[in-house]
């Protein structure tokens, strides 16, 4: 199993730039890809963006622009730049990782991190 554990969030002006990011402990061997997503008030939870194991990266439309989400070298940790920030990407940022069951048959689970706040506001 793995443990998530996101920081780097904050308040910030319109426009300004935040970097999360998250940092799995645990049998992090197995994990397989890993994203953010985010929750803001009232609504439902939302993939950010994505990256795999071998890197490939996916980010959302909507953010695309301005987000860049990437991975630790030779290691685990994800981390999502966020730029030109805007008061609408105001939420709770979740990290997830999708982990390998080391056993058969060889399922796959959902791990979440406890969630970091950004709050764009001026």
């Known amino acids: 199993q793995v443990e998530l554990v996101e920081s780097g969030g904050g308040l910030v002006q319109p426009g300004q730039s935040l970097k999360l990011t998250c940092t799995p402990s645990g049998d992090r061997l197995f994990i397989l890809d890993m994203g953010w997503y985010r929750q803001a008030p009232g609504k439902s939870r939302e993939l950010v963006a994505t990256i795999t194991k071998d890197g490939v990266k996916n980010v959302v439309d909507s953010v695309k622009s301005r987000f860049t989400i990437s991975r630790e070298d030779r290691g685990y940790t994800v981390y999502l730049q966020m730029d030109w920030l805007r008061p609408e990407d105001t939420a709770v940022y979740y990290c997830?990782?999708?982990?390998?069951?080391?056993?058969?048959?060889?399922?796959?689970?959902?791990?979440w991190g406890q969630g970091t706040q950004v709050t764009v506001s001026s």
């Open positions: 997830n990782a999708n982990w390998l069951i080391p056993s058969p048959p060889y399922q796959t689970r959902e791990f």
